[in-house]
C-alpha cells in the first residue's frame, strides 16, 4: 500500500512539475541570487531592480494589444563576462502565435551609437527617436527566430532555442526577463531585463516566417535555371593544392615499399606509375590513379611509425584529400560536374589536415564556391543558393565571392518570392553539433561545417549582415 502511495506522490508531483509553466519559484529564487551577486550601488543594477519589483507588480499582457512592433532597450546583467551589466536596444514583435526578442550588440553596430541610443532611452521618447538605431530597429521589417509562445495566469511564457522569457505588462509597459535555458546547469549565463513602451509601438506587419525548418515551396517557380555562375578559371587548370599535389605521389611512392602496403600489388601499381613530379598542367594525365588513391583509405599503421619521418606521417593524412580534391577540379575543368560534385563530396569526408585553421578553413571555402558552382551549371539553382549562403556565414575570403554571385542570382528571378525564401533560409538555421550547422533553402535542407563559429545568432548575424540581404532589404 505504502509502494502505491508512495508512486503515486510521484506520479502527482511530476504532473505537477510538468505542468507548471512560467516564472515559477525557482526560476524566482534563481533570479534573485543572480542579482544579488552584483554591487547594488551601481546605477545600471538600481535600474534592473526597478524593472525587476515592477515585473513582479506586472499582469499577463493581451495578446492583440501588443500585436507588432515594441521597441525599447534591455540591460544584461552576466557573471561569465565578470561585468555588472550592459545595454542592449532591443524589440519586441509578437506576430500571431509567435514573439521574438530581438537585441543589438557591438557585433553588429558600433558601440558608440548602442551608447547613445541608451542615453537617449533614459531621457525622453522624442530624443530616442531621433536615434540612428533607433529608426534602424523601426525601419527592419524582418524578424528572425521568433518561437511560438504559450500562456498560464500571470504571463506569457516563450522557451526559444536558447533561452527562455518571461513577459508581463505594468503601467503602459511591458516587461520582459530572459534566462539561460538551461540555467539549473550554466550558472553563470547572462540575465536580461527588458523594457518596452507601448506608446513606441509600430502597428505594421512583419514577417514572422510561419514554418522556420519547413518552409513551404511557392506555387510557381521562382528559379531562374538559366543562371549560370562565371568560370573563374578560363584559361587554366583548376588545382587548388598544386603545390601539394606532388607531396601526394612521393608519400604514395614511399608507401609502396612499407607493409602492409607493399603487399598491395594494385597500390604498388598505381603508386609507381607515378614516375614524374606532378603539377597543375599533367595532373589531369593521371585520372585512373587518382581515383585508386581517392578510394583506398590511406592510414598510418602502427608498425609503420618507426619507420618513416615526422613530415611523412603527416602526409599520409592527406593522400585521400589531395586526390578527391584533384580529381574534382580535374572534373570541373572538363565541365565533368557530376563526376566533381561526387569527389567533392569525398574530399570533403577526408578532411584536409593542416597545422593551421586558416588553411582549413580557405580549403572548406574553395570547395563549396565550387560546388556552388557546379550546381548552378547543372540547374540545381536551390543547392547552389545554400553553397553561397554557407560561404556568406563563413566570413573568410569567398564569403564577397558569394555574396556578389547570390545577390546577381536573386537579381534575375521574381524579387519577391526570393527574399521571402532568403528571410526563411536565415531563420532555419539550427546547430546541429560542435561544428555544423543545418539549412533550409525552399525545399532543399543541407548540413554545412562552420569552424570557430558555434551560435546560430552569429551564423545568421553574417547572413543579415550580407550585401544579398542588404539589398534586398527594401525590395
Not at 49 to 74: D, H, M, R, V
Not at 404 to 419: D, H, P, R, V, W
Amino acid at each position: 500500500m505504502r509502494k502505491i502511495l508512495s508512486t503515486i506522490s510521484i506520479l502527482f508531483l511530476t504532473q505537477f512539475v510538468i505542468a507548471q509553466k512560467g516564472f515559477t519559484p525557482k526560476i524566482e529564487k534563481y533570479v534573485n541570487e543572480y542579482i544579488n551577486t552584483f554591487d547594488q550601488s551601481k546605477s545600471e543594477l538600481k535600474r534592473v531592480n526597478t524593472w525587476y519589483a515592477a515585473f513582479k507588480k506586472a499582469e499577463k499582457p493581451s495578446k492583440k494589444e501588443f500585436e507588432g512592433k515594441l521597441i525599447g532597450l534591455g540591460i544584461e546583467i552576466a557573471k561569465e563576462n565578470e561585468m555588472a551589466s550592459s545595454y542592449l536596444p532591443a524589440t519586441y514583435t509578437q506576430n500571431e502565435n509567435k514573439i521574438a526578442v530581438e537585441k543589438i550588440n557591438s557585433k553588429k553596430h558600433e558601440q558608440s551609437l548602442i551608447n547613445d541610443y541608451a542615453k537617449a532611452y533614459f531621457k525622453n521618447n522624442t530624443v530616442l527617436k531621433k536615434e540612428p538605431l533607433y529608426k534602424t530597429l523601426s525601419n527592419d521589417n524582418f524578424v528572425f527566430g521568433a518561437t511560438n509562445f504559450t500562456e498560464n495566469t500571470k504571463e506569457i511564457y516563450v522557451k526559444g532555442n536558447f533561452n527562455l522569457y518571461f513577459i508581463r505588462t505594468y503601467k503602459n509597459n511591458l516587461y520582459v526577463i530572459s534566462i539561460n535555458r538551461n540555467y539549473n546547469i550554466w550558472k553563470n549565463k547572462a540575465v536580461t531585463f527588458y523594457k518596452f513602451d507601448l506608446s513606441l509601438k509600430n502597428d505594421k506587419t512583419y514577417e514572422i516566417p510561419k514554418t522556420a525548418t519547413k518552409p513551404s515551396k511557392p506555387k510557381t517557380p521562382s528559379q531562374n535555371l538559366s543562371y549560370k555562375i562565371p568560370n573563374r578559371w578560363k584559361g587554366t587548370n583548376r588545382l587548388y593544392h598544386d603545390v601539394a599535389i606532388d607531396e601526394l605521389r612521393e608519400t604514395v611512392r614511399l608507401l609502396a615499399q612499407i607493409p602492409p602496403y607493399s603487399n598491395n600489388k594494385d597500390f604498388v601499381s598505381n603508386a609507381m606509375s607515378l614516375s614524374s613530379p606532378l603539377t597543375r598542367d599533367n595532373v589531369m594525365n593521371y585520372i585512373s590513379q587518382l581515383q585508386f588513391f581517392e578510394n583506398y583509405k590511406v592510414e598510418l599503421d602502427e608498425k609503420m611509425k618507426g619507420k618513416i619521418g615526422y613530415f611523412a606521417k603527416e602526409s599520409i593524412k592527406n593522400v585521400n584529400h589531395y586526390a578527391a580534391h584533384a580529381l574534382a577540379d580535374i572534373f570541373m575543368t572538363k565541365k565533368e560536374y557530376r563526376k566533381a560534385i561526387s569527389s567533392f563530396g569525398k574530399a570533403l569526408n577526408s578532411k584536409y589536415h593542416t597545422a593551421g585553421g586558416t588553411r582549413y578553413i580557405r580549403c572548406l571555402g574553395r570547395i563549396y564556391s565550387d560546388l556552388a558552382e557546379a550546381a548552378f551549371a547543372l540547374d540545381k539553382t536551390d543547392q547552389g543558393v545554400l553553397y553561397l549562403l554557407a560561404l556568406i556565414a563563413q566570413k573568410d575570403r569567398y564569403s564577397e565571392y558569394a555574396d556578389e554571385q547570390l545577390t546577381a542570382y536573386g537579381k534575375s528571378i521574381n524579387l519577391k518570392k526570393f527574399k521571402k525564401s532568403l528571410i526563411l533560409a536565415i531563420d532555419s538555421v539550427e546547430i546541429k553539433d560542435e561544428l555544423r550547422y543545418n539549412i533550409t533553402y525552399r525545399n532543399q535542407i543541407a548540413t554545412f561545417e562552420i569552424p570557430f563559429l558555434g551560435t546560430k545568432k552569429n551564423i545568421q548575424i553574417h547572413l543579415v549582415k550580407s550585401d544579398t540581404y542588404s539589398y534586398f532589404e527594401n525590395k
